[in-house]
């Protein structure tokens, strides 16, 4: 991830394969954090986060999928109690319509200080994007300097290549085994989080 000149890191992720069908949101949310993980492991003490998401062949198959509720609580639940980034700006570029209902169904699941972290940006509003993080820092494809997202995402898999036996340790010890937890009404487990599942219907505008 660039080092910007206020001093804070950015990362940037998109959609490779815009089909639904193949996507998978777990999958999708353990890469993202073990990108995060390599981040934090190479730069600790990094004083601020920016990311941008770029929303570029974001449909309604992905948004279903995405509004999975037990997982999606969970993963926020990470994010907001547990992630050790100080996030200041998560961007959503290019975004659809269907991004604002992504955006309603995760309201009441974050805390106030991250929702209003996030800001929905369509592909003719960048301007406030590129006031904090400059424009040269985006991939030459989105009309920056840096490399290709193809480029980068080659770059990335050599990383993961490098922490493999990290991650294979981090999988094999580092995992909690709830059958051995004494309290089990815990805020991960129960009716603590409501009605489980997916919306399977979205009624969109």
């Not at 050790?84 to 992504?102: F, G, H, K, S």
């Not at 094999?172 to 991960?188: A, G, T, Y």
Request: proline share 5%; hydrophobic share 40%; with cysteine.
């Amino acid at each position: 991830m660039p080092l910007l000149p206020d001093g804070s890191r950015a990362g940037f992720s998109r959609l490779r394969d815009f089909n639904s069908n193949i996507f998978n949101t777990l999958d999708t949310i353990r890469l993202v954090f073990a990108m995060y993980d390599i981040c934090i492991y190479e730069d600790p003490l990094a004083p601020q986060w920016k990311f941008v998401m770029d929303m570029t062949g974001f449909s309604i198959g992905h948004l279903t999928k995405l509004t999975n509720l037990a997982l999606m609580k969970k993963c926020l639940a990470y994010v907001q109690m547990a992630l050790p980034m100080r996030l200041t700006a998560i961007y959503l570029i290019n975004a659809p319509p269907l991004a604002n209902q992504l955006m309603m169904f995760l309201k009441p699941l974050m805390h106030k200080d991250l929702y209003s972290l996030i800001s929905v940006h369509p592909t003719s509003d960048m301007d406030s994007v590129y006031k904090s993080i400059p424009k040269d820092y985006f991939a030459s494809d989105m009309g920056g300097k840096s490399p290709s997202f193809e480029a980068q995402k080659e770059v990335a898999e050599q990383r993961f290549m490098i922490y493999e036996n990290f991650f294979e340790d981090d999988e094999k010890n580092n995992r909690v085994d709830e059958n051995k937890r004494i309290d089990k009404n815990n805020r991960f487990n129960g009716s603590q989080y409501g009605i489980e599942g997916s919306f399977k219907k979205l009624e969109l505008d």
